[in-house]
């Protein structure tokens, strides 16, 4: 099925470390929406986007829509042990559906 | 206000057997899609109902149907299953605000296992 690309695919980092992932398609999206799954649970919405160039922040998470409408990226800061999970970047295309395209995640471990 | 809910939470099956699931939008959300997450092929969209009528359907083969009741609740239905069919399914609700604005918000998940 088609999937958006999203990199890393996997990061191990230190706690305090700042962390960024991103997302590419080759379609427009409307809306990109960010979330983190944790093992066994579905996934929990971080962060959504509207416009091209928005610039949006949820506590120590950041995102940005590309101003091509073709690209998003994430952003933590600081990180904590709590941040390990899965993150998944989502593109949106019109009102009139449900359908989310989803990244293949980028898996985050943070090392105390 | 209460998340997506949806039950059972487990579900072991054995192949040829049928499965129904069931999932509770958030209150006032009128669309519900569902999904299949796999270890190999990611998150996938099955299909969207959106008031009682299949709006948006994926990629998946005629075993795999659903419906949504007038409360919005929904149901997924798969028959004859495959070992290949083991996989987390996935509810989710949305909701368009009038700004045009757009959320997607997802419950626990069912775990199947097709033995």
């Known amino acids: 099925g088609q999937q958006l690309n999203q990199s890393p695919q996997s990061m191990f980092i230190q706690e305090g ?5 991103n997302c590419t398609s080759s379609s427009i999206f409307n809306t990109w929406l960010w979330y983190k799954q944790d093992p066994g649970e579905g996934p929990v ?19 940005q829509f590309g101003i091509t409408r073709k690209d998003s990226f994430l952003n933590i800061s600081a990180s904590i042990p709590s941040d390990v999970g899965i993150y998944f970047c989502a593109g ?13 995640g980028t898996t985050l471990q943070v090392k105390p | 206000k209460a998340g997506v809910t949806q039950t059972p939470r487990y579900l072991i099956k054995t192949r040829g057997q049928q499965v129904t699931l069931s999932c ?17 092929q990611g998150l996938q969209f099955l299909f969207e109902y959106f008031s009682e009528t299949q709006r948006n359907k994926g990629n998946f083969p005629g075993r795999f149907s659903g419906r949504q009741f007038s409360n919005s609740r929904s149901e997924m239905n798969v028959s004859t299953l495959e070992l290949g069919d083991s996989a987390l399914y996935l509810c989710a609700s949305s909701l368009v605000r009038g700004s045009g604005s757009y959320e997607q918000y997802f419950g626990p998940g069912t775990r199947l296992t097709v033995t």
């Open chain 1, 45 to 63: 919405l971080l962060i959504a986007l509207y416009k091209a160039g928005e610039l949006t922040s949820n506590g120590r998470l950041t995102a």
């Open chain 1, 92 to 104: 949106h295309g019109s009102s009139n559906t449900g359908k989310l395209i989803f990244g293949q």
């Open chain 2, 24 to 40: 509770s939008p958030i209150s006032g959300h009128r669309s519900v899609s569902w999904y299949q997450q796999t270890p190999g």
């Open chain 1, 17 to 21: 470390e700042d962390v960024s992932m």
